[in-house]
Each structure stands twice: as C-alpha cells, then as structure tokens.
C-alpha cells in the first residue's frame, strides 16, 4: 500500500476571494512586467522543466503572485510506474518554484516505453486503484508534499468498472492522503457524454479533500449518433458549469477557483475579465446553510 502523506489543504496565501489564471506561454512577459492579475496563477510543468528566458520570467511572476504547478505528463495511471527522468525534472521544478500547490490528472500517457501526447482515460478497477496509488505514493514521496488528483473529462466508458470515479477518488484520497482537484468542466462534459447527472456526479466526490477548483470552457461537437462536448479550454465557462459552482462553493469555500484558457487564447485582459465574471457571478449567489442544501 502506497504511503500516506498528510490531506492537503488550501494555503491561506492563495486561498481567497479572486479566481486564479491559467499562465500561457504568449502572457508571461505582460504578466511578469507588471500585469493586473489577481489571485494566483497555474502553470503547466512540462512546460517549464528546461531553465531559459521564459523561467526567469516565471521567477519574476513567482515573486508577484502565488502559483500552483499542475502536471500533465505524469502519468499516475501508467502500470510500469513513473518514469525516473521526468519524475526528477518534475521535482526539480517543484523545488525551484516551491508552488502552493501541486497537481496531477487522474490519467495515463505512458506504455511500453512510448509516450502519448494526451491523458488518456483509465478503468475504474481494483487493479488500476492499486496500480494508481503506488504512483501517487512515490510522487509524494520524493515531492515530500501531497498531490491534487484531478478528475478527468470522459469521452467513453469502460464496459468492465468495479467502481465509479467518486468512489474510486474517494479511495485513493483514503489510501494516500492525497487531495482532490475538482474540475467542475470536467464533471458536466463527461456527465453529458456519458448520460449521467452532472450533480449526483458532483456529489459522489469526496468534496471534503478539495483543495482546488478547475473551471473552463468547452466545444460542442455535432455528431450522427448524437452531440459530444470536448474540453478544450477555449471558451467562457458555461452557464451548467457556473451552475454547479454554485452548489459545491459552500462546501469548499476556501478551495482557490483557477480559470483554464488553453485554446483560441484571449489577451491577458479578455482572460482576466472572464476571472472577474466568475468572482462576481460567486459574489452574487446567496449562500446555502449547511451541506444539505447544495445537493439536497
């Protein structure tokens, strides 16, 4: 059994009142000069792993603001274990940014020495919960901090599943101490392809070991057999999905709230608006009392 780390929480210094950004490649320079963010922002790792001009940049924006590292290239779900090397360049860059957070999707990308650019989906079974939570407790390990698991968007489901993902991320949350990233995107795109409830999906999770909160957009696809909702991150967050956002806030309400913008990418400016949309449309919700309300 994977070691258990203590449940992370959400730091009081990125925690608060104001949605965070995802932190692309063509904002770095505007943000590092000076650029009127607000809350923190996220960046991938795989993308900062080689020390150059944009990591100096990085370091600049490091001294403004807080970051959360979000990892897309770990391959949790992979049965031959992570691999050495860009486990040691992932925690080098964890070490040198010393974020407030670190993250990883529930995903594999990795098999039989190849790699696939993409984070593949993994069976909800008693094999892949024990193959997934060995991993975890090694990426723990040697990051000596807990992890936040994302929730994946889904596309397909798998005929043979001992488990659904609540229970699956409740279990790994109980067997390794890590925490849950919550992507609220995620939940309404593969509720919709899948012909699940989007809220009895939400209220599945272990909501208690949240300790960030993902929101983005997502295209519609038409289809012959029938409209499929991909995530890509290149459009407003859509109203279900502030709709949901509203009922798990009360919750976690000090969980940070980050704005994922990877596709069809604004000006810094149109993307920090969208944050501002978020905080406002939160700063008008009235609050529930009690978690009996939000799913009640």
Partial sequence: MAARSPRPRADPVIAGHHAGIGLRAPHLAELAAGGAARGFVEIHAENHMIEGPDFALLQRVRRDLPVSVHGVGVSLGSAGGIDDAHLARFARLVARIEPDLVSEHLAWSVAGGHYWNDLLPLPRSFEALDIVAANIGRVQDRLKRPLLIENPSSYVAFAASDMG????????????????????????????????????????????????????????????????????????????????????????????????????LPPLSGLLAEAARIDGFLAAQPMPEGERHAFG
């Avoid at 300790?211 to 029938?226: D, K, S, Y």
């Avoid at 290149?234 to 502030?242: A, I």
């Fill in 165 to 264: 993902e609540g229970d699956f991320l409740s279990a790994l949350v109980a067997r390794t101490g890590c925490g849950l990233l919550l992507d609220l995107n995620n939940i309404f795109v593969s509720a919709s392809n899948l012909g699940t409830d989007p809220l009895a999906d939400l209220a599945a999770m272990p909501l208690r070991a949240v300790g960030e909160i993902h929101l983005a957009g997502h295209a519609r696809v038409e289809r012959p057999e029938g409209p499929v909702l991909i995530d890509d991150h290149g459009s407003p967050v859509c109203d279900d999905v502030l709709a949901l956002l509203a009922r798990v806030r009360p919750l976690c309400p000090d969980a940070p709230l980050l704005l994922e913008w990877d596709s069809r």
